[in-house]
């Protein structure tokens, strides 16, 4: 993939540490966008599918690019990356990108309604296509693989729940918070209770965590998580936690590892001339 910078804009490539070599990315040189002017800016923002070029300004532009690649990788491949987008996404809400909110960590973050909203209900506008962009892209990331117990090894995100060790990580930042008088405000709190409530329905159903449809999360210190640390290693950054298992649990929410039950839902083109299935409507899980 290659980005490239507007003239107007500041931030400096250098500022940026690539991805594993997995996902190889490219910046073209300011020099070249300076020297066509706006005329070289409207042919890369014109065919930026057909190029796969995509306009830079700020650390969400490299996450939402590197995470759809993601979505390609498989079995232990992804590891790593998945360290590079904990510790990306850890630095973008740090700083409190105001063009993130898509970014922000929460549970069923794929059914994103006010995402969808934006994308039906502006249509025509030119912002319509952005957000489009950003629904899909929140689907497509539900597709990255995570390790699992049992066989089955890797398995898109959508389909895994956080198992017991994942709640204990929540519980020990809540605890460990400076707000610890108002720990039950916390939504790490409210997180860490749905998953134990989630196991305690699967266990009287009898699915195990092993279980080949909806498996368990492998447990924060499952040796298959070491890439995904060592890449944490390489890009320390002082605002990121000390415990990095909260930076991973973060990224996962992100990625659509559950903390409650599986959700069905479909939404539906109800303008005014629409059919009652609009070619507008999709089904997402």
């Given amino acids: 993939m290659v980005f490239w910078r507007p003239a107007s804009v500041e931030s400096r490539f250098e500022d940026i540490s690539a991805p594993p070599a997995s996902i190889p990315v490219y910046f073209m040189a300011p020099s070249v966008i300076k020297a066509e002017g706006a005329k070289a800016e409207g042919i890369l923002s014109t065919f930026y599918d057909e190029w796969g070029t995509t306009r830079f300004e700020s650390r969400p532009d490299l996450f939402r690019r590197v995470a759809d690649r ?116 916390l939504p790490e709190a409210r997180w860490a209770e749905a998953i134990h409530r989630l196991l305690r329905f699967r266990e009287e159903i009898g699915r195990r965590a092993e279980d080949h449809d909806y498996p368990e999360l492998a447990a924060p210190d499952d040796d298959r998580w070491e890439a995904t640390h060592q890449q944490l290693k390489r890009q320390d950054f002082p605002q990121l936690s000390t415990d990095k298992r909260k930076t991973i649990f973060d990224l996962l929410l992100l990625l659509g590892v559950r903390i409650g039950p599986r959700v069905e839902w479909r939404w539906l083109d109800t303008r005014k001339g629409a059919s009652h299935l609009d070619a507008l409507s999709r089904s997402v899980s």
Avoid: M
């Avoid at 700083?95 to 993130?100: I, L, R, V």
């Fill in 70 to 185: 993601a979505a390609e990788l498989t079995g232990e491949t992804v590891l790593p990356v998945i360290g590079y987008l904990a510790h990306l996404l850890h630095s973008i809400t740090s700083e409190s990108q105001g063009s993130a909110d898509d970014l922000e960590a929460r549970p069923y973050g794929t059914i994103d309604l006010q995402t969808v909203g934006k994308a039906v209900h502006r249509y025509g506008s030119g912002s319509r296509r952005q957000y489009w962009e950003r629904l899909e892209s929140l689907q497509k990331w539900a597709q990255i693989q995570v390790p699992v117990q049992g066989e089955r090894g890797f398995v898109p995100a959508e389909d895994v729940i956080f198992g017991a060790a994942w709640a204990d990580v929540l519980k020990a930042f809540v605890s460990e918070t400076e707000r610890a008088e108002e720990e039950d405000a």
